[in-house]
């Protein structure tokens, strides 16, 4: 198993940059794939970006390509998303998930594909 800790979220103006992160701890991080999720209030957690468990192939919602990149360090078994030209739509909790996997270079964009998530981290973009 593994356990996932965002960090990284705070209060930014429409314009600026953040950069989440999601520290793992337990086996075999290299075996998952790993996305980020968002849940604004009173609304659905939402897909936005996937990263595959070789780090290889990547996957945005159409609604952060362009402006959200999503990355992995292996070696501090850590994964990112670099958030640049933010919107105050783009506020939300921000959750990290992991999806054990044997595919190297597959992609996941569901919820209920990913075993392990973290508990978020909020982002608010102030216009």
């Known amino acids: 198993q593994v356990q996932l800790v965002e960090s990284g979220g705070g209060l930014v103006q429409a314009g600026g940059s953040l950069r989440l992160s999601c520290a793992a701890s337990g086996r075999t991080f290299s075996s998952y794939a790993m996305g980020w999720f968002r849940q604004a209030p009173g609304k659905e957690r939402n897909f936005i970006a996937t990263?595959?468990?070789?780090?290889?192939?990547?996957y945005y919602a159409d609604s952060v390509k362009g402006r959200f990149t999503i990355s992995g360090d292996n070696a501090k078994n850590t994964v990112y998303l670099q958030m640049n030209n933010l919107k105050p739509e783009d506020t939300a909790v921000y959750y990290c998930?992991?999806?054990?996997?044997?595919?190297?270079?597959?992609?996941?964009?569901?919820?209920?594909?990913?075993?392990?998530w973290g508990q978020g981290t909020q982002v608010t973009v102030s216009s």
């Open positions: 990263i595959s468990r070789s780090g290889g192939n990547t």
């Open positions: 998930a992991a999806k054990q996997t044997q595919y190297r270079d597959r992609r996941y964009l569901r919820n209920s594909d990913y075993e392990y």
